[in-house]
């Protein structure tokens, strides 16, 4: 046996996350996944998202309720548009502003900057 232990567990969890439009949490997919007639278990579930996430195939979000959601993610450096109450979102570019904060690090002398930059909303489905 090799380290291949959860294979298809972690690419049911993969494809199933594929599927979502936003970010959803480990109990919800976890839930997801048991409804569609998956057998495996919660714990399964959080450590193939961890895996994901330290892969860099999942982004995270913790939204009030302090519990934290998972998406996956182009690889390519981007923003997120989020609705606070369901966890949909919508992934955009900024190109105007990547130069300029790339100018301000300059202008200071700052090298290896990054930054992350969400909005936080409600869809229009949840408004309703
Ligand atoms: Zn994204
Ligand atoms: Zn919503
Ligand atoms: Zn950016």
Known sequence: MTQKRNTWQKQAVTERL????????AQELFMQLTAGGKKLGLTTVYRALTDLVEQGQADTLVLGDGEMRYRICTPEHHHHLICGECGKAVEFDLPGFESQAQQIAKANGFTAVSHELELIGICSDCAN
């Not at 594929?18 to 949490?25: E, Y």
């Open 18 to 25: 594929a599927q979502s439009d936003g970010f959803v949490s």
